[in-house]
Structure formats: structure tokens, C-alpha cells
């Protein structure tokens, strides 16, 4: 998903396309089944962007993948640049630095558990986790040495490879706290919170409030279940360094997966988190549901090919420059979504 602040754009998705680079999927602006297709580079001829967008797309055409990790970094970028308020560039600073100590706490992690699954059974009598620095630097670069040794490549090589682990678990974390656990912990927070609201809401709004928690219920499953596997990669630690150094592919895809089944999510735990109205933002989350992937049951073993529809929405009188959702001008959305913009990064 693409964090454009521009009204018409709220939930889109970019996508490689067959015949253009990259193409845009759209929800019906009507509030309608389907989707629109629009090539990314034709996307100002689809609706007027805002100065901010026209720069993220501007960047997302540049990007050789897209992933949501591609695009939060493409966000980022032009966040910094301050076309979306001075809060949006605060919040990219933020989250760059956030993402520093990510990494470096991934790597003090990896590092422990290397030690842990390296030295023999009673050959120091101080936990590794309780060694002093000096210690604990003395015994990392030992560690490094036997599992280069084990994997017959360099102790450099061997430093290497735990440097760029710590760059890919960094948002999922090896023990600590990281990115994913905490946007898991916000979708919990937000499935409890709308299944309340849903108790004593009138039969439409309940209906979408459901949709929304039934669909956040997958998500939480198979989220929980990935990101357990992502870290039980680190039980053994040789295994994982010896198929880094040989293909880190298979590795950085795994560890991807929560990331793919949360994209989208921040942005409606954003909607609710900022609503003065549970009533007006509940159609509109609904109406930005996530489509699982069609990857994910094979990566959980779930059965999740009976995906859930996003309902028809029923018609009303929409007034000039008034969103058809939530009743609010276009001007007051575009502000609104800078907020959502900032939450996204």
C-alpha cells in the first residue's frame, strides 16, 4: 500500500504491471465492488495529486522492487522533504532512527545467541548476558571464529553475514521489541476495540465493524505464526549464517512475510486510533480491508482461500467536494491523511 495523502488515492497499491513498470490498484472511488488499474505514470491524468504525492510517485517509479519495505523507504525520503508538514518530517526522522537501534539490537541479539550456541557446556562461569563488555567483545569475536571455522569461510565473512542478518531481523526482531510485534500488538488492540464497538452499533456499521475484526483475526493468526518462524530461525544460528552465505534469498523472503500480511494496517489502525467518530471511520477501514495473500496459506498451513468481500456500500447523495464515506471536503481529507502519512512512516 502507498501512503498517498491525495483523497482519490486513500488505499491504493502499487504493483508491477504487465505492459507499464508499475500500475496503481485503486478501490472504487464510488464505494462500489471492484478496483481501478491505473498506470503509475498516468496517475495525475486519474485525479489531482497533492505536492507531496506527486513526489512519492515520482520515487515509486524509480524503485527496481516493489515491497512494502520499498515503498515505506520511498515514503520516508519525501517525508523528510516536508511537503507533508513539518509532523511528517519529525515522524521520518523518528522512524530512521528507530530503525538504527532496530538494527543494532538485532545484531547484539544474533551475536548473543552465537555465543550461546558456540561456547561448550561450563567453559565460562559468567552468563554471556550478564558478561562484562570487554568479556562479552572477547567472546563475540571467539564465537565468530569457530562458526567461520564450522562453515569453512573467513572470520570476516562469517562478521559480515551477522551485520547483514541484523539489517533483515531488524523489524521483526530476534528477543526484543521490534517494528512487527508492536504493528501486531496496535491490529490486537484495534480487532478488541472495534468488536466492542460492534456490539452496540446499528446493523450496517456492525456488519462492516465485523468484516474488519474478522479480517483482522486472520491476520493476527498467520502474522503470529510467520513471525514465529522468522525467529526460530536464530535457534540455530549455524544453519542460518551457512545459508546466508550461501543464498540469502530463501532467508529474506521468510523474514518478509509478516511484513506482507500487515501492509495496509497501519494506515486503518491509523483511521480508528485518529477518528472523532467511530461511526464515520468504520466504513471507511472496511473499505481499505487488506486482501491476504494467496502465499500465506502455504507459508502457515491455514486455510485462507475463502478470503473475505468487502460489501457493497449504499448510496447516498454526495455533495461537491465532499467524500462520499465520511461526509468531510476533500481539503479537510488531505489534511487528515498527512496525519495518516505520519503514522504510516
Known sequence: MVPFTTPQLNGARARPGERMPLELI????????????????????????????????????????????????????????????????????????????AKIQANFDLLISLVLQTERKGEEPIPVEKSHPTDLEYRGRRAVARIAARLGCTQDRAAAALEQLAAVFQGVGVRNAARIPRELETLTCLRRDVRKFSENAADTKASEAQL???????????????????????????????HWVSDPT??????????????????????????????????????????????????SGHRVGHLIDVPQYRRTVVRQLEDWRTGVTVTDLVARNESLFERSL
Open 212 to 242: 474488519v475484526a474478522v479480517s483482522a483475526d486472520l491476520t493476527i493468526l498467520l502474522v503470529t505464526a510467520t513471525l514465529a518462524d522468522a525467529r526460530a530461525l536464530v535457534d540455530d544460528i549455524k544453519t542460518l549464517i551457512r
Open 26 to 101: 485503486i478501490p472504487n472511488p464510488s464505494g462500489g465492488r471492484g478496483v481501478y488499474i491505473v498506470p503509475l505514470e498516468g496517475v495525475q491524468d486519474f485525479c489531482a495529486l497533492t505536492i507531496n504525492d506527486r513526489r512519492l510517485a515520482d520515487a515509486i517509479a524509480k524503485l527496481r522492487g516493489v515491497t512494502p519495505d520499498t515503498i515505506r523507504e520511498a515514503a520516508r525520503e519525501v517525508a523528510r522533504e516536508g511537503l507533508a508538514g513539518r509532523g511528517a518530517v519529525a515522524a521520518a526522522k523518528q522512524a530512521q532512527t528507530n530503525d538504527e537501534l
Open 250 to 299: 530463501p532467508t529474506m523472503q521468510l523474514l518478509a512475510r509478516p511484513d506482507w500480511l500487515l501492509d495496509g494496517w497501519n494506515r486503518i489502525c491509523a483511521l480508528w486510533s485518529s477518528a472523532t467518530d467511530p461511526e464515520d471511520a468504520v466504513s471507511e477501514m472496511a473499505a481499505l480491508v487488506p486482501v491476504i495473500p494467496r502465499e500465506a496459506e502455504m507459508w
